[in-house]
């Protein structure tokens, strides 16, 4: 196959959905397929099979813009045509301005469109303030869907969740496909360790934001009759980093707060006792994943609006959302019952064979070639007009 994969944000590992895509480009890539990514991330300029776009400008928001990691492309027809032009298919990451124009130049190329589902309706709202108006939420999908998924051929959905999420927020059906992204290999090889420092290591993965409520974790530390002997650590970056840090004065160790590398991060996990999941809203968080596959029994947060609280095995994998008390009675229960923990664990491990990221990406080329093909058993054409466009873009004769 011949794959244009549009990624309105910079390719970066700090961030989840950048992983993701990473992921499908490289494993593609791999396959043997022919990849061409357009991207505004800077790092990527001179790569074969990259085309650089320029990042939006936001005015006086580009600082904001930065510190939240939300840059987002300029679409520009003379790189998207480069990009797309005798590609069998392009794939889209985000429903942002250069997704939206690249999948009208496919559209009118004949060249079938899919599109990843991996912005939650509140990962906008949050910005404004906005994150529980149910209202601005499915104004938002329904955007998502007018501008970008009803004109897809089809939309790659992490989880159930999500799929459901969207389709009934904007009263229409998706030609769907429900496939993970999937947790790299790495994740699965480790073997168990103590610390050094005796302590009961408590892991919380995450960008440090509203949304990921990392602090209630800092409040239920407090209040565990275990305090003393907890270490938290908070793998991850972002905006609220003051503000944890600060919320978290006062514990008797206080916690690391580190963005780690993939490396870093499997020896983090495997000498770890405990992992919590704090977030309200999340789509599928591989970072969960990669915990329970490196042998953590999890905690989660029991929120309507996050597809991780399916993952658990028993009331006592959930707490409550906002209810530092209930995470509290949660982590002193498995320190308290270590033997549980470890039955829990246990049954963990069959779960964590389905979620391999080999087995999801294959589940993606199979998607891809699927869609490729349903769309060949359709005549179309290129239009004389779309033609004539094309041309004047690419400075081409007809």
């Not at 009118?108 to 991996?118: N, R, T, Y």
């Not at 309706?121 to 999908?141: I, R």
């Not at 209040?223 to 793998?235: G, P």
């Amino acid at each position: 196959m011949k794959v244009t994969v549009i990624c309105d944000i910079p390719l970066s590992r700090k961030n989840g959905t950048a992983v993701a895509a990473l992921n499908l480009i490289e494993s593609l890539k791999e396959k043997g397929h022919t990849v061409k990514v357009v991207c505004p991330d800077m790092s990527k300029m001179g790569q074969e099979g990259y085309y650089i776009a320029e990042r939006r400008n936001f005015g006086p928001f580009n600082g904001y813009v930065a510190e939240n990691d939300v840059a987002l492309a300029k679409p520009d027809d003379k790189i998207l045509y480069a990009a797309i032009d005798g590609a069998d298919i392009i794939h889209c990451i985000m429903p942002f301005a250069l997704s939206r124009r690249a999948v009208e130049i496919a559209r009118g190329l004949g060249i079938p469109v899919s599109a990843g589902f991996h912005c939650q309706a509140e990962n906008v709202t949050n910005h404004m303030g906005l994150m529980n108006s149910k209202a601005m939420n499915k104004a938002v999908y329904r955007r998502f869907y007018r501008v970008l998924y009803s004109k897809c051929d089809c939309v790659h959905y992490p989880t159930v969740f999500i799929k459901n999420e969207f389709e009934n927020s904007v009263k229409a059906a998706t030609h769907g496909y429900v496939i993970s992204n999937g947790v790299d290999e790495a994740f699965f090889n480790g073997s168990r360790k103590g610390r050094d420092d005796g302590k009961f290591a408590i892991l919380c993965t995450g960008r440090y934001s509203h949304e990921k409520a990392q602090g209630v974790l800092i409040d239920a530390v407090k209040k565990s009759k275990h305090e003393k002997d907890i270490q938290l650590i908070f793998a991850g970056s972002g905006p609220m980093l003051d503000s944890l840090q600060k919320r978290a004065e006062g514990l008797t160790n206080p916690p690391i707060f580190k963005f780690f590398t993939r490396e870093e991060l499997v020896d983090t996990i495997y000498s770890a006792d405990l992992y919590v999941h704090t977030a309200k809203v999340e789509i599928e968080a591989i970072s969960c994943l990669e915990a329970i596959c490196g042998g953590l029994v999890p905690i989660i947060a029991d929120s309507d609006k996050s597809a991780t609280r399916a993952f658990a095995m028993g009331s006592h994998n959930l707490f409550t959302p906002d209810d530092e008390n209930d995470l509290a009675e949660k982590i002193d229960y498995f320190m308290d019952n270590p033997y549980e923990k470890e039955k829990c664990a246990m049954l963990y491990k069959g779960f964590a064979r389905t979620l391999s990221k080999s087995r999801c990406m294959d589940e993606m080329e199979n998607m891809l070639q699927t869609t490729i093909a349903e769309k060949k058993r359709v005549l179309y054409g290129i239009p004389v007009t779309q033609q004539a466009q094309r041309a004047a873009v690419l400075g081409v004769k007809n």
